[in-house]
Nanobody, 123 residues
C-alpha cells in the first residue's frame, strides 16, 4: 500500500505551500492520517494529524497556528496547508496512515507511509 505525497517545492520565508496526500480508499477512509517531516541529520518528527472524520486534529507546537491539516474522504485526500514558512520548516515531508481511526502523534502507531516530498524554505 502506497500513499502519495506531493506539493513540495522551494519557497522564501514567509511564503506558503500546500501539500497533498493521496491514498487507496481502503487504507484511508476509516483511519487517522498524519504528516511527519525529517530534516537532514534529524529524526523524523510529527507535524500534524487528523482523525478519520476530520473531527479531531493535533499539531506539533512548532507549527501550531501556521499549519492546517484537513481531509476529503470522498477524494481520499489529506492536505497540509503551510503558511508563514520558516527556514526551520525545511525537510522532507511524509504522510502516513494510522492503525486506528483516532489522531495520534507517535510514529509507531502509523503503518503505511508515503514516499515524501521535499520542502525547502530559504531565508
Amino acid at each position: 500500500v502506497q500513499l502519495q505525497a506531493s506539493g513540495g517545492g522551494s519557497v522564501q520565508a514567509g511564503g506558503s505551500l500546500r501539500l497533498s496526500c493521496a491514498a487507496p480508499r481502503r487504507t484511508f477512509t476509516n483511519n487517522g492520517v498524519g504528516w511527519f517531516r525529517q530534516a537532514p541529520g534529524k529524526e523524523r518528527e510529527f507535524v500534524a494529524g487528523i482523525s478519520w472524520n476530520g473531527g479531531s486534529t493535533l499539531y506539533a507546537d512548532s507549527v501550531k497556528g501556521r499549519f492546517t491539516i484537513s481531509r476529503d474522504n470522498g477524494k481520499s485526500m489529506v492536505y497540509l496547508q503551510m503558511n508563514s514558512l520558516k527556514s526551520e520548516d525545511t525537510a522532507v515531508y511524509y504522510c502516513a496512515s494510522a492503525r486506528s481511526a483516532a489522531v495520534v502523534n507517535q510514529k509507531a502507531l502509523y503503518n503505511y507511509w508515503g514516499q515524501g516530498t521535499l520542502v525547502t524554505v530559504s531565508s
